[in-house]
């Protein structure tokens, strides 16, 4: 069997499947990773730390701009011509920031690496939690004949006939669905009139697929009375 075979046999095996939006601030993982990483190069090489602040500085800054600012796709082609351009200025005139001045001077103070490692330890396991809460507490779950919504930690849950809601998906932000994995924000709409809007839903195209498929079959029980 070919993998498009193998591969359309396990699209049609689909019977549910399960979704759910990341938690508020996971934008903001590269920056925890970026420290905890630093705190573990600065354990085994001490004499490297003074100039860490600036790395995690900088990259938290960048952080900061995606979460604040939306960058659409034309946002993004303007942003690096502008990028490009500047570093082709600076590199043509020479220009140099004193980062390192700064430091030496005491303007900008270098951090431990202990305080690197436990800012980026503390904030990966808060979103780890953050995560597996939202993935047992709070979710959707899409059959081709009914949407659930599962919520509260007693499990409470509400159900809606799927066959004519509308999907709809937004990516508002390039960076912030590269950094969340391909996510978006997605807008079910039921029957009924009743909006879901989940955002940072990750993988939201492939997700968006899956539910069209299994929205396109509709389960029809037969029964025949004796």
Known sequence: MSKKNKKDEKEKSIQKIKFVGLPKGSILWPTAATSLILGIVGFIFPDAVSSFSIIFLSVFTINLLILFFDFSRGAVVGLIGLVV???????????????????????IGGASSEFFALYGIVFLILL???????????????SSNELIRKFGILGDSQRYNAPNIQIKKHINDVFESILLFGAGDLIIITTKGQEFHINNV?????????????????????????
Do not use: C, W
């Open 85 to 107: 351009a500047s570093i082709s200025l600076a590199y043509s005139f020479d220009i140099k920031l004193p980062f390192q001045n700064l430091i030496d001077h005491g303007i």
């Open 202 to 226: 990750p993988r939201i195209n492939r997700l968006e697929k899956k539910m069209t498929k299994i929205l396109s079959r509709l389960d029809v029980e037969i029964r025949t009375d004796n």
């Open 128 to 142: 780890f939690f953050a995560i597996v809460f939202k993935r047992s507490f709070d979710y959707f779950e899409l």
